[in-house]
């Protein structure tokens, strides 16, 4: 065990080094990873995923406080998402009327029963997908899935996929530390 957490120290000291030498600013930092992590398409350029993951050992291992960035990755994500369904709506036009949607007739349709069938329970499962995280939100609008529902699904999800996300890094910290 002692040798694995050395290995693991060799990662999170420098890491933990600078996000305590960032401060507050921290904070902002993963705000802005979740939020940009969440609009469509940008997660194929960002990968925020394995860095979102790797805050929870550094949060941990550095005795850093975890709500404040749970919370700012969950309202991060919840904000991109309600970024990406406000442009699906104002979109949706577009969309319709696109060559991509033309030449792809069912898929529309496919989505609108997707979301007929599965209503906000296809947001909260969809974030958990990584393809389809960042585009479903976008759908959703384009779909017009009523604005209450995408919301109370998008703000729950958001806080329990961060969680996820802090979750396997903190559990590691504690059973690494051992008793």
Same mark, same amino acid.
């Given at each position: 065990?002692?040798?694995?957490?050395? %290995?693991?120290?060799?990662?999170? &000291?420098?890491?933990? %080094?600078?996000?305590?030498?960032?401060?507050?600013?921290?904070?902002?930092?993963?705000?802005?990873?979740?939020?940009?992590?969440?609009?469509?398409? &940008?997660?194929?350029?960002?990968?925020?995923?394995? &860095?979102?993951? =790797?805050? =929870?050992?550094?949060?941990?291992?550095?005795?850093?406080?975890?709500?404040?960035?749970?919370?700012?990755?969950?309202?991060?994500?919840?904000?991109?998402?309600?970024?990406?369904y406000?442009?699906g709506?104002?979109?949706?036009?577009?969309?319709? %009327?696109?060559?991509?949607a033309?030449?792809?007739?069912?898929?529309?349709?496919?989505? %609108?029963?997707?979301?007929?069938?599965?209503?906000?329970?296809?947001?909260?499962?969809?974030?958990?997908?990584?393809?389809?995280?960042?585009? &479903?939100?976008?759908?959703?609008?384009?779909?017009?899935?009523?604005?209450?529902m995408?919301?109370?699904?998008?703000?729950?999800?958001?806080?329990?996929?961060?969680?996820?996300?802090?979750?396997?890094?903190?559990?590691?910290?504690?059973?690494?530390?051992?008793?």
């Amino acid at each position: 065990m002692i040798g694995l957490f050395a %290995e693991l120290d060799r990662y999170t &000291v420098p890491a933990r %080094e600078l996000m305590q030498q960032a401060g507050h600013w921290i904070i902002l930092i993963t705000f802005a990873l979740a939020f940009v992590k969440s609009l469509p398409f &940008v997660p194929l350029l960002v990968p925020g995923t394995a &860095v979102l993951l =790797g805050i =929870g050992f550094v949060v941990a291992r550095g005795g850093l406080e975890i709500v404040p960035i749970w919370v700012a990755i969950s309202t991060g994500a919840a904000l991109g998402d309600w970024v990406s369904y406000w442009l699906g709506l104002h979109f949706a036009h577009a969309v319709r %009327e696109s060559r991509l949607a033309a030449r792809y007739p069912e898929v529309l349709p496919r989505g %609108e029963a997707f979301f007929a069938q599965w209503g906000a329970l296809s947001i909260v499962l969809c974030r958990f997908f990584g393809p389809l995280r960042a585009t &479903v939100p976008f759908i959703a609008g384009v779909c017009n899935l009523p604005f209450a529902m995408f919301q109370l699904a998008n703000w729950s999800s958001a806080f329990l996929w961060s969680a996820a996300l802090l979750t396997p890094g903190v559990v590691a910290t504690l059973y690494l530390s051992g008793p």
